[in-house]
Protein backbone atom coordinates (compact mmCIF):
# COMPACT_ATOMS: atom_id res chain seq x y z
CA UNK A 1 0.00 0.00 0.00
CA UNK A 2 2.65 2.34 1.01
CA UNK A 3 4.91 1.35 -2.00
CA UNK A 4 1.85 1.99 -4.55
CA UNK A 5 0.99 5.43 -2.73
CA UNK A 6 4.90 6.50 -3.35
CA UNK A 7 4.73 5.45 -6.78
CA UNK A 8 1.96 7.56 -7.41
CA UNK A 9 3.13 10.49 -5.28
CA UNK A 10 6.79 10.21 -7.54
CA UNK A 11 4.72 10.70 -10.71
CA UNK A 12 2.34 12.91 -9.90
CA UNK A 13 4.60 15.97 -7.79
CA UNK A 14 5.82 16.68 -11.82
CA UNK A 15 3.32 18.95 -11.62
CA UNK A 16 4.76 22.58 -11.61
CA UNK A 17 8.02 23.75 -13.25
CA UNK A 18 9.69 27.43 -13.15
CA UNK A 19 9.26 29.65 -16.55
CA UNK A 20 13.13 29.64 -16.50
CA UNK A 21 15.47 27.44 -18.59
CA UNK A 22 16.17 25.91 -21.85
CA UNK A 23 17.82 23.04 -23.28
CA UNK A 24 20.41 22.57 -26.65
CA UNK A 25 19.07 20.99 -29.20
CA UNK A 26 0.44 15.03 -40.46
CA UNK A 27 -2.85 15.79 -41.18
CA UNK A 28 -6.37 15.70 -42.40
CA UNK A 29 -7.35 12.97 -44.99
CA UNK A 30 -10.18 10.42 -45.81
CA UNK A 31 -7.49 7.25 -46.23
CA UNK A 32 -5.75 6.14 -43.45
CA UNK A 33 -2.72 8.10 -44.64
CA UNK A 34 -2.39 11.97 -44.56
CA UNK A 35 -0.19 14.08 -46.39
CA UNK A 36 1.44 17.53 -46.86
CA UNK A 37 4.28 19.08 -48.75
CA UNK A 38 6.71 21.46 -46.99
CA UNK A 39 10.31 23.05 -47.96
CA UNK A 40 11.72 22.12 -51.43
CA UNK A 41 15.71 21.93 -51.31
CA UNK A 42 18.32 21.92 -54.00
CA UNK A 43 20.99 19.08 -53.64
CA UNK A 44 18.59 16.21 -54.46
CA UNK A 45 21.37 13.23 -54.40
CA UNK A 46 21.89 14.68 -50.43
CA UNK A 47 18.14 14.75 -49.49
CA UNK A 48 17.09 11.99 -46.86
CA UNK A 49 14.15 9.78 -47.25
CA UNK A 50 13.43 9.42 -43.32
CA UNK A 51 11.32 6.57 -41.59
CA UNK A 52 9.87 7.50 -38.08
CA UNK A 53 8.15 4.09 -36.07
CA UNK A 54 5.56 5.45 -34.03
CA UNK A 55 3.42 8.86 -33.93
CA UNK A 56 3.34 9.16 -30.58
CA UNK A 57 4.31 12.56 -29.33
CA UNK A 58 7.98 11.97 -29.99
CA UNK A 59 7.64 10.62 -33.02
CA UNK A 60 5.69 13.98 -34.09
CA UNK A 61 7.40 16.32 -32.25
CA UNK A 62 10.68 14.89 -34.48
CA UNK A 63 8.72 15.34 -37.73
CA UNK A 64 8.36 18.93 -36.28
CA UNK A 65 12.00 19.39 -35.75
CA UNK A 66 13.21 17.81 -38.85
CA UNK A 67 11.14 20.20 -41.07
CA UNK A 68 11.58 23.37 -39.30
CA UNK A 69 15.43 22.48 -39.67
CA UNK A 70 17.43 22.86 -42.35
CA UNK A 71 18.21 19.54 -43.09
CA UNK A 72 17.25 18.72 -46.66
CA UNK A 73 14.68 15.80 -46.48
CA UNK A 74 12.51 14.51 -49.27
CA UNK A 75 10.30 12.35 -47.32
CA UNK A 76 9.44 11.08 -43.86
CA UNK A 77 7.10 8.12 -43.49
CA UNK A 78 5.31 8.12 -40.31
CA UNK A 79 4.15 4.36 -39.25
CA UNK A 80 1.72 3.92 -36.51
CA UNK A 81 0.06 1.04 -35.25
CA UNK A 82 -2.73 2.91 -34.04
CA UNK A 83 -6.27 4.30 -34.72
CA UNK A 84 -5.94 8.29 -35.92
CA UNK A 85 -5.48 10.17 -32.54
CA UNK A 86 -8.45 12.22 -33.78
CA UNK A 87 -11.17 9.72 -34.86
CA UNK A 88 -12.97 9.76 -31.41
CA UNK A 89 -15.25 6.64 -32.39
CA UNK A 90 -12.05 4.30 -32.77
CA UNK A 91 -10.40 6.29 -29.57
CA UNK A 92 -13.41 5.53 -27.24
CA UNK A 93 -12.09 2.57 -24.44
CA UNK A 94 -8.89 4.48 -24.38
CA UNK A 95 -6.83 3.91 -21.44
CA UNK A 96 -4.21 5.99 -21.66
CA UNK A 97 -4.15 8.58 -18.39
CA UNK A 98 -3.79 12.67 -18.79
CA UNK A 99 0.49 12.88 -19.23
CA UNK A 100 1.62 15.95 -17.21
CA UNK A 101 3.94 18.16 -19.59
CA UNK A 102 6.23 19.68 -17.70
CA UNK A 103 9.24 22.07 -18.12
CA UNK A 104 11.34 19.58 -19.81
CA UNK A 105 8.59 18.46 -22.20
CA UNK A 106 7.78 22.15 -22.73
CA UNK A 107 10.99 22.92 -23.61
CA UNK A 108 11.62 20.28 -26.39
CA UNK A 109 8.33 21.35 -27.67
CA UNK A 110 9.19 25.25 -27.83
CA UNK A 111 12.39 24.38 -29.83
CA UNK A 112 10.14 24.24 -32.52
CA UNK A 113 8.36 27.86 -31.84
CA UNK A 114 5.80 28.91 -29.23
CA UNK A 115 2.87 28.65 -31.10
CA UNK A 116 3.31 25.14 -31.07
CA UNK A 117 3.24 24.97 -27.56
CA UNK A 118 0.46 27.33 -27.15
CA UNK A 119 -1.48 24.96 -29.51
CA UNK A 120 -0.65 21.88 -27.42
CA UNK A 121 -1.42 24.02 -24.27
CA UNK A 122 -4.57 24.61 -25.26
CA UNK A 123 -6.22 21.11 -25.19
CA UNK A 124 -5.09 20.32 -21.44
CA UNK A 125 -5.51 21.61 -17.98
CA UNK A 126 -3.43 23.50 -16.31
CA UNK A 127 -2.74 22.02 -12.63
CA UNK A 128 -0.28 23.22 -10.47
CA UNK A 129 -2.25 21.72 -7.03
CA UNK A 130 -1.54 18.63 -5.39
CA UNK A 131 -3.62 17.04 -2.60
CA UNK A 132 -3.06 13.42 -0.69
CA UNK A 133 -6.57 12.18 0.91
CA UNK A 134 -5.73 10.13 3.53
CA UNK A 135 -9.10 9.49 4.66
CA UNK A 136 -12.76 11.00 4.10
CA UNK A 137 -11.99 14.11 6.33
CA UNK A 138 -8.12 14.26 6.81
CA UNK A 139 -5.89 15.57 3.70
CA UNK A 140 -2.81 17.25 3.15
CA UNK A 141 -1.91 19.93 0.83
CA UNK A 142 1.45 19.09 -1.08
CA UNK A 143 1.91 21.42 -3.60
CA UNK A 144 -0.41 25.04 -4.32
CA UNK A 145 0.27 27.55 -6.57
CA UNK A 146 3.82 28.81 -6.68
CA UNK A 147 4.26 32.55 -7.85
CA UNK A 148 6.37 32.79 -10.85
CA UNK A 149 5.80 29.37 -11.60
CA UNK A 150 4.57 28.10 -14.70
CA UNK A 151 1.84 24.75 -14.19
CA UNK A 152 2.39 21.35 -15.91
CA UNK A 153 -0.20 21.11 -18.31
CA UNK A 154 -2.27 17.54 -18.22
CA UNK A 155 -3.22 16.57 -21.24
CA UNK A 156 -4.38 12.91 -22.89
CA UNK A 157 -1.68 11.62 -24.83
CA UNK A 158 -4.38 11.52 -28.03
CA UNK A 159 -5.16 15.16 -27.35
CA UNK A 160 -1.49 15.74 -27.20
CA UNK A 161 -0.83 13.95 -30.71
CA UNK A 162 -3.84 15.78 -32.53
CA UNK A 163 -2.73 18.85 -31.13
CA UNK A 164 0.41 18.58 -33.05
CA UNK A 165 -0.94 16.86 -36.37
CA UNK A 166 -3.54 19.81 -36.23
CA UNK A 167 -0.93 22.60 -36.12
CA UNK A 168 1.66 20.37 -38.62
CA UNK A 169 -1.48 20.30 -41.12
CA UNK A 170 -2.24 24.29 -40.91
CA UNK A 171 2.13 24.93 -41.59
CA UNK A 172 1.92 22.75 -44.69
CA UNK A 173 0.50 25.69 -46.76
CA UNK A 174 3.45 26.46 -48.72
CA UNK A 175 3.85 23.37 -51.34
CA UNK A 176 7.59 22.25 -51.57
CA UNK A 177 9.49 18.80 -52.62
CA UNK A 178 9.31 17.24 -49.17
CA UNK A 179 6.61 14.73 -48.47
CA UNK A 180 5.52 13.70 -44.82
CA UNK A 181 3.40 10.61 -44.61
CA UNK A 182 1.29 9.57 -41.59
CA UNK A 183 0.36 5.31 -41.86
CA UNK A 184 -2.15 5.07 -39.06
CA UNK A 185 -3.30 1.24 -38.34
CA UNK A 186 -0.19 0.37 -40.77
CA UNK A 187 1.47 -2.69 -38.27
CA UNK A 188 5.29 -3.00 -38.88
CA UNK A 189 5.92 -6.48 -39.33
CA UNK A 190 9.59 -6.48 -40.15
CA UNK A 191 12.31 -4.09 -40.14
CA UNK A 192 15.04 -4.90 -42.32
CA UNK A 193 18.25 -3.06 -41.57
CA UNK A 194 20.51 -4.49 -43.83
CA UNK A 195 18.92 -3.04 -47.00
CA UNK A 196 16.90 -0.64 -45.01
CA UNK A 197 13.21 -1.67 -45.69
CA UNK A 198 10.24 -1.24 -43.69
CA UNK A 199 7.88 -4.65 -43.98
CA UNK A 200 4.13 -2.91 -43.00
CA UNK A 201 0.70 -5.36 -43.01
CA UNK A 202 0.06 -3.34 -46.20
CA UNK A 203 3.41 -3.52 -48.61
CA UNK A 204 6.91 -3.10 -48.26
CA UNK A 205 8.85 0.46 -48.00
CA UNK A 206 12.07 2.10 -48.49
CA UNK A 207 14.66 2.10 -48.97
CA UNK A 208 15.33 4.46 -46.24
CA UNK A 209 18.44 6.67 -45.50
CA UNK A 210 17.37 7.16 -41.80
CA UNK A 211 15.20 5.13 -39.16
CA UNK A 212 13.78 6.34 -35.98
CA UNK A 213 11.91 4.06 -33.37
CA UNK A 214 10.05 6.17 -31.39
CA UNK A 215 7.49 2.52 -30.76
CA UNK A 216 7.37 2.45 -26.74
CA UNK A 217 8.87 0.06 -24.27
CA UNK A 218 7.54 -3.18 -26.82
CA UNK A 219 9.90 -1.48 -29.77
CA UNK A 220 10.31 -3.68 -33.13
CA UNK A 221 13.13 -1.17 -33.77
CA UNK A 222 14.58 -1.74 -30.72
CA UNK A 223 14.78 -5.23 -31.80
CA UNK A 224 15.63 -4.98 -35.26
CA UNK A 225 18.82 -3.24 -33.46
CA UNK A 226 19.66 -6.17 -31.72
CA UNK A 227 19.13 -8.24 -34.28
CA UNK A 228 21.79 -6.70 -37.23
CA UNK A 229 23.90 -5.24 -34.80
CA UNK A 230 27.04 -7.51 -34.49
CA UNK A 231 27.10 -10.37 -31.38
CA UNK A 232 27.82 -8.49 -27.78
CA UNK A 233 27.50 -4.78 -28.86
CA UNK A 234 23.84 -3.45 -28.49
CA UNK A 235 22.33 -4.93 -25.22
CA UNK A 236 19.22 -4.29 -23.86
CA UNK A 237 17.03 -5.58 -20.51
CA UNK A 238 13.45 -5.30 -20.91
CA UNK A 239 11.68 -6.51 -17.52
CA UNK A 240 7.88 -6.22 -16.51
CA UNK A 241 7.28 -3.68 -13.04
CA UNK A 242 5.17 -6.41 -10.90
CA UNK A 243 3.38 -7.16 -9.06
CA UNK A 244 1.89 -3.30 -9.64
CA UNK A 245 -0.50 -2.72 -12.37
CA UNK A 246 -3.29 -0.09 -13.29
CA UNK A 247 -6.18 0.43 -15.04
CA UNK A 248 -7.46 4.06 -16.19
CA UNK A 249 -11.27 5.42 -16.65
CA UNK A 250 -11.99 8.95 -17.97
CA UNK A 251 -15.25 10.76 -16.41
CA UNK A 252 -16.67 13.74 -17.81
CA UNK A 253 -16.80 15.66 -14.23
CA UNK A 254 -14.54 15.60 -11.48
CA UNK A 255 -16.17 14.42 -8.10
CA UNK A 256 -17.59 16.66 -6.35
CA UNK A 257 -16.29 15.98 -3.37
CA UNK A 258 -12.39 16.66 -4.49
CA UNK A 259 -10.96 20.00 -5.23
CA UNK A 260 -12.03 20.48 -8.74
CA UNK A 261 -8.58 22.28 -9.65
CA UNK A 262 -6.51 19.61 -7.48
CA UNK A 263 -5.02 16.72 -8.61
CA UNK A 264 -5.69 14.24 -6.10
CA UNK A 265 -4.18 11.14 -4.43
CA UNK A 266 -6.86 8.91 -2.43
CA UNK A 267 -5.99 6.21 -0.04
CA UNK A 268 -8.71 3.48 0.42
CA UNK A 269 -10.95 3.37 3.66
CA UNK A 270 -8.91 -0.16 4.21
CA UNK A 271 -5.34 0.38 4.28
CA UNK A 272 -4.34 -3.38 3.98
CA UNK A 273 -6.05 -2.91 0.46
CA UNK A 274 -3.12 -2.19 -1.46
CA UNK A 275 -4.57 -0.24 -3.90
CA UNK A 276 -5.16 3.65 -4.48
CA UNK A 277 -7.38 5.72 -6.56
CA UNK A 278 -5.24 9.06 -8.28
CA UNK A 279 -7.42 11.79 -9.61
CA UNK A 280 -6.49 14.03 -12.37
CA UNK A 281 -8.16 17.01 -13.78
CA UNK A 282 -8.69 17.40 -17.32
CA UNK A 283 -9.79 20.04 -19.88
CA UNK A 284 -13.37 20.98 -20.28
CA UNK A 285 -14.37 20.38 -16.54
CA UNK A 286 -13.52 16.22 -16.83
CA UNK A 287 -11.08 14.35 -15.21
CA UNK A 288 -9.02 10.88 -15.23
CA UNK A 289 -8.80 8.18 -12.60
CA UNK A 290 -6.41 6.02 -12.32
CA UNK A 291 -6.48 2.53 -10.07
CA UNK A 292 -3.12 1.62 -8.90
CA UNK A 293 -2.36 -1.97 -7.07
CA UNK A 294 -0.97 -5.27 -7.51
CA UNK A 295 -1.30 -9.04 -8.59
CA UNK A 296 -2.21 -11.63 -5.89
CA UNK A 297 -2.49 -14.85 -6.42
CA UNK A 298 -6.23 -15.92 -6.70
CA UNK A 299 -6.68 -18.69 -4.37
CA UNK A 300 -4.68 -16.31 -2.07
CA UNK A 301 -7.07 -13.49 -3.28
CA UNK A 302 -10.73 -15.23 -2.63
CA UNK A 303 -9.28 -17.01 0.84
CA UNK A 304 -8.73 -13.83 2.42
CA UNK A 305 -10.96 -11.36 0.52
CA UNK A 306 -13.80 -12.22 3.32
CA UNK A 307 -11.70 -11.27 6.30
CA UNK A 308 -10.04 -8.13 3.94
CA UNK A 309 -13.38 -6.86 2.27
CA UNK A 310 -16.04 -8.08 5.74
CA UNK A 311 -19.43 -8.40 4.53
CA UNK A 312 -18.58 -8.37 0.43
CA UNK A 313 -16.69 -11.71 0.35
CA UNK A 314 -14.45 -10.56 -2.72
CA UNK A 315 -11.71 -9.33 -3.12
CA UNK A 316 -11.59 -5.31 -4.57
CA UNK A 317 -7.81 -6.38 -5.60
CA UNK A 318 -8.68 -9.40 -7.44
CA UNK A 319 -11.84 -7.90 -8.83
CA UNK A 320 -10.12 -4.92 -10.35
CA UNK A 321 -7.39 -6.31 -11.41
CA UNK A 322 -7.75 -9.80 -13.25
CA UNK A 323 -5.32 -11.56 -15.18
CA UNK A 324 -3.26 -9.40 -17.44
CA UNK A 325 -3.59 -11.79 -19.92
CA UNK A 326 -6.81 -11.51 -20.76
CA UNK A 327 -7.86 -9.18 -23.71
CA UNK A 328 -10.12 -5.97 -23.38
CA UNK A 329 -13.64 -6.88 -23.58
CA UNK A 330 -12.73 -10.68 -22.29
CA UNK A 331 -12.91 -9.71 -18.33
CA UNK A 332 -16.48 -10.36 -17.36
CA UNK A 333 -16.87 -9.18 -13.90
CA UNK A 334 -20.23 -7.38 -11.70
CA UNK A 335 -20.63 -3.82 -12.45
CA UNK A 336 -22.50 -2.76 -9.64
CA UNK A 337 -20.18 -4.95 -7.11
CA UNK A 338 -17.47 -3.25 -8.52
CA UNK A 339 -19.43 0.37 -8.30
CA UNK A 340 -20.31 -0.19 -4.86
CA UNK A 341 -16.85 -1.67 -3.46
CA UNK A 342 -14.80 1.86 -5.41
CA UNK A 343 -17.62 3.86 -3.18
CA UNK A 344 -16.78 1.95 0.06
CA UNK A 345 -13.65 2.34 -0.49
CA UNK A 346 -13.01 5.58 -1.54
CA UNK A 347 -16.44 7.47 -0.68
CA UNK A 348 -14.42 11.00 -2.13
CA UNK A 349 -15.45 9.66 -5.46
CA UNK A 350 -19.38 8.94 -4.58
CA UNK A 351 -21.58 11.29 -6.52
CA UNK A 352 -18.85 11.55 -9.61
CA UNK A 353 -21.01 12.53 -12.94
CA UNK A 354 -20.26 9.16 -15.34
CA UNK A 355 -19.11 6.60 -13.01
CA UNK A 356 -20.95 4.04 -14.50
CA UNK A 357 -19.54 4.60 -17.85
CA UNK A 358 -16.40 4.64 -15.37
CA UNK A 359 -17.01 1.71 -13.95
CA UNK A 360 -17.79 -0.42 -17.62
CA UNK A 361 -14.70 0.97 -19.07
CA UNK A 362 -12.72 -0.36 -15.79
CA UNK A 363 -14.22 -3.89 -16.74
CA UNK A 364 -14.15 -4.13 -20.04
CA UNK A 365 -10.04 -2.89 -19.75
CA UNK A 366 -7.38 -5.41 -19.26
CA UNK A 367 -5.19 -5.20 -16.25
CA UNK A 368 -2.18 -2.82 -16.93
CA UNK A 369 1.34 -3.74 -16.14
CA UNK A 370 4.33 -1.31 -16.73
CA UNK A 371 7.75 -2.36 -18.18
CA UNK A 372 11.20 -0.74 -17.81
CA UNK A 373 13.59 -0.31 -20.44
CA UNK A 374 17.58 -0.04 -20.53
CA UNK A 375 19.95 -0.13 -23.43
CA UNK A 376 23.60 0.59 -23.33
CA UNK A 377 23.57 2.34 -26.66
CA UNK A 378 21.02 4.15 -28.64
CA UNK A 379 21.76 3.88 -32.29
CA UNK A 380 22.88 1.18 -34.67
CA UNK A 381 26.72 0.40 -36.01
CA UNK A 382 28.25 1.87 -39.31
CA UNK A 383 27.84 -1.42 -41.14
CA UNK A 384 23.84 -1.34 -41.27
CA UNK A 385 21.08 1.21 -41.87
CA UNK A 386 21.39 4.49 -39.79
CA UNK A 387 18.74 3.31 -36.91
CA UNK A 388 17.90 5.59 -34.07
CA UNK A 389 15.78 4.76 -30.51
CA UNK A 390 13.83 7.42 -28.25
CA UNK A 391 12.11 7.57 -25.23
CA UNK A 392 10.60 4.43 -24.20
CA UNK A 393 12.32 2.38 -26.74
CA UNK A 394 15.31 3.07 -25.36
CA UNK A 395 14.63 4.07 -21.87
CA UNK A 396 11.51 3.19 -19.91
CA UNK A 397 10.93 3.42 -16.26
CA UNK A 398 7.01 2.44 -16.00
CA UNK A 399 5.59 6.35 -14.61
CA UNK A 400 7.89 5.92 -11.26
CA UNK A 401 9.84 8.87 -12.24
CA UNK A 402 7.19 11.09 -13.73
CA UNK A 403 9.17 12.31 -16.72
CA UNK A 404 8.18 9.70 -19.69
CA UNK A 405 6.71 11.74 -21.68
CA UNK A 406 9.12 14.82 -21.32
CA UNK A 407 12.26 12.59 -21.49
CA UNK A 408 11.13 11.29 -24.84
CA UNK A 409 10.34 14.77 -26.20
CA UNK A 410 13.84 15.84 -25.28
CA UNK A 411 15.29 13.09 -26.90
CA UNK A 412 14.13 13.95 -30.49
CA UNK A 413 14.85 17.52 -30.11
CA UNK A 414 17.96 16.83 -28.86
CA UNK A 415 18.36 14.26 -32.23
CA UNK A 416 17.45 16.87 -34.73
CA UNK A 417 19.98 19.13 -33.12
CA UNK A 418 22.94 15.94 -33.41
CA UNK A 419 21.72 16.08 -37.15
CA UNK A 420 21.96 19.92 -37.66
CA UNK A 421 25.69 19.48 -36.11
CA UNK A 422 26.97 16.51 -37.98
CA UNK A 423 25.23 16.66 -41.44
CA UNK A 424 26.73 18.93 -43.74
CA UNK A 425 26.21 18.23 -47.45
CA UNK A 426 28.89 19.47 -49.61
CA UNK A 427 28.69 19.99 -53.42
CA UNK A 428 32.10 18.49 -54.27
CA UNK A 429 31.78 14.70 -53.49
CA UNK A 430 32.45 11.86 -55.86
CA UNK A 431 30.74 9.66 -53.09
CA UNK A 432 27.75 11.01 -51.54
CA UNK A 433 26.06 7.79 -50.55
CA UNK A 434 29.14 7.19 -48.83
CA UNK A 435 29.59 10.27 -47.41
CA UNK A 436 25.88 11.00 -46.65
CA UNK A 437 25.60 7.50 -44.27
CA UNK A 438 29.29 7.99 -42.69
CA UNK A 439 26.95 11.67 -42.10
CA UNK A 440 24.40 10.00 -40.38
CA UNK A 441 25.67 7.62 -38.50
CA UNK A 442 28.20 9.73 -36.76
CA UNK A 443 24.84 12.31 -35.85
CA UNK A 444 23.56 9.06 -34.40
CA UNK A 445 26.28 8.48 -32.36
CA UNK A 446 26.33 11.85 -30.58
CA UNK A 447 22.62 11.89 -29.94
CA UNK A 448 23.95 8.06 -28.17
CA UNK A 449 26.46 9.88 -26.33
CA UNK A 450 24.57 12.96 -25.59
CA UNK A 451 21.34 10.72 -24.41
CA UNK A 452 22.71 7.32 -23.26
CA UNK A 453 24.54 8.91 -19.91
CA UNK A 454 20.80 10.46 -19.44
CA UNK A 455 18.71 7.59 -19.87
CA UNK A 456 20.96 5.53 -17.59
CA UNK A 457 20.60 8.38 -15.18
CA UNK A 458 17.37 9.09 -14.85
CA UNK A 459 16.81 4.92 -14.66
CA UNK A 460 18.86 5.01 -11.50
CA UNK A 461 17.07 7.75 -9.97
CA UNK A 462 13.63 6.26 -10.84
CA UNK A 463 14.47 2.69 -9.33
CA UNK A 464 17.36 3.61 -6.57
CA UNK A 465 20.03 0.23 -5.93
CA UNK A 466 17.42 -1.48 -7.99
CA UNK A 467 18.30 -4.18 -5.44
CA UNK A 468 21.75 -3.58 -4.15
CA UNK A 469 22.18 -2.55 -0.33
CA UNK A 470 23.88 0.40 1.01
CA UNK A 471 26.09 -0.18 3.99
CA UNK A 472 24.15 0.18 7.12
CA UNK A 473 25.50 3.96 8.27
CA UNK A 474 25.35 5.20 4.64
CA UNK A 475 21.49 3.85 4.57
CA UNK A 476 20.76 5.29 7.85
CA UNK A 477 22.05 8.40 7.16
CA UNK A 478 20.80 8.19 3.09
CA UNK A 479 17.43 7.79 5.35
CA UNK A 480 17.19 11.29 7.47
CA UNK A 481 18.87 13.30 4.48
CA UNK A 482 15.52 11.95 2.55
CA UNK A 483 12.98 12.78 5.56
CA UNK A 484 14.39 16.40 6.59
CA UNK A 485 14.53 17.25 2.82
CA UNK A 486 10.73 16.12 2.16
CA UNK A 487 10.01 18.20 5.17
CA UNK A 488 12.15 21.59 4.80
CA UNK A 489 13.42 21.40 1.16
CA UNK A 490 15.73 24.29 1.80
CA UNK A 491 12.88 26.30 2.02
CA UNK A 492 13.43 27.15 5.81
CA UNK A 493 16.58 28.31 7.05
CA UNK A 494 18.92 26.84 4.10
CA UNK A 495 18.10 23.28 5.98
CA UNK A 496 18.32 20.36 3.58
CA UNK A 497 17.34 20.22 -0.13
CA UNK A 498 14.80 19.99 -2.79
CA UNK A 499 13.72 16.73 -2.63
CA UNK A 500 14.51 14.40 -5.81
CA UNK A 501 10.77 14.70 -7.32
CA UNK A 502 10.94 18.20 -7.39
CA UNK A 503 14.43 18.57 -8.78
CA UNK A 504 12.98 16.72 -11.42
CA UNK A 505 10.29 18.66 -11.50
CA UNK A 506 11.19 22.52 -11.76
CA UNK A 507 14.52 22.68 -13.46
CA UNK A 508 16.58 21.77 -16.71
CA UNK A 509 19.38 20.68 -14.50
CA UNK A 510 20.40 17.20 -16.55
CA UNK A 511 19.47 13.95 -14.89
CA UNK A 512 23.05 12.96 -14.88
CA UNK A 513 23.75 15.91 -12.81
CA UNK A 514 21.22 15.48 -10.48
CA UNK A 515 22.48 11.61 -10.36
CA UNK A 516 25.80 12.63 -9.57
CA UNK A 517 24.55 15.53 -7.03
CA UNK A 518 22.52 12.20 -4.92
CA UNK A 519 25.59 9.83 -5.08
CA UNK A 520 25.68 9.23 -1.23
CA UNK A 521 22.29 7.06 -2.19
CA UNK A 522 24.00 5.04 -4.18
CA UNK A 523 25.69 2.24 -4.00
CA UNK A 524 27.29 2.20 -7.84
CA UNK A 525 29.52 5.55 -8.55
CA UNK A 526 28.02 6.89 -11.98
CA UNK A 527 30.59 7.47 -14.80
CA UNK A 528 31.61 10.69 -15.86
CA UNK A 529 31.07 12.22 -19.46
CA UNK A 530 34.23 11.48 -20.46
CA UNK A 531 33.99 7.64 -19.20
CA UNK A 532 30.67 7.60 -20.67
CA UNK A 533 31.81 8.87 -24.52
CA UNK A 534 34.63 6.39 -24.39
CA UNK A 535 32.16 3.61 -23.23
CA UNK A 536 30.13 4.52 -25.82
CA UNK A 537 32.19 4.66 -28.65
CA UNK A 538 33.95 1.27 -27.74
CA UNK A 539 30.68 -0.40 -27.98
CA UNK A 540 30.66 -0.23 -32.10
CA UNK A 541 34.60 0.38 -31.80
CA UNK A 542 33.84 3.90 -33.22
Same mark, same amino acid.
Given at each position: ??????L?????T?L????T?A???PL? #? +??K? /??? @?????????????? %???G????????????????I?V?N?????SRAD????????G??A???G????????????????W??????????????????Q???V???D?E??VE?S???????LC??L?????T? #? +???? /??T @???HY????K???? %?????ET????????????????????V??ALD?????N?F???????L??????A????????????S????????????????????V???????????????????????????Q?????N?LL??????S?G????DG???????????????????M?????Q???????????V???????P?????????G???????G??G?G??S??I?????????I???????????I?A?????L???????????V?Q????Y????G?????L????????ML?N?????F?G??????K?????????????F????RD??K??????P????F????????D?
Amino acid at each position: MIATSLLIFLFVTTLSFPKTGAFVTPLH #S +SSKT /QQF @VLQAHSEKEWDLNV %AIVGAGPSGLLLAHKLLQSNIPVANIDVFESRADPRDLQKQQGSRAYALGLGIRGRSAIRTVDEELWAAVKERGFECERFRLHLSQKLNVKLRDREEGVEPSVLIYQTDLCSGLLDELETR #S +SDSS /QCT @VNVHYETFIKQVDL %ANAIMETNEQKKGPYDLIVGCDGANSIVRGALDKYSPPNTFQFTQRRLLPGCFKVARCEKMPPLLDQNSVALVLPESKALGVTAFVEPTVNGGCCILFAGKLSDASKSEAEGEEEEGQTGVNFNSLLFPDPNLSDGDIHSDGGLTKEMIFEQFPLLEGTPGMDDAVHQLLNQRTNIADSVKCNIYNAPSTITPTAICGDAAHATGGVSGQGCNSALIDAAVLVDCLIENYHPTKNDDNIVATKKAMLHQSLQSYSNKQVPQGLALYDLSFGNDGKILPIFRNIKAMLSNVIDTIFGGRWFGIGKKPLQTLLASSLDSFTYIRRDRQKYFVDEFPSDEEFVKQLESVYDV
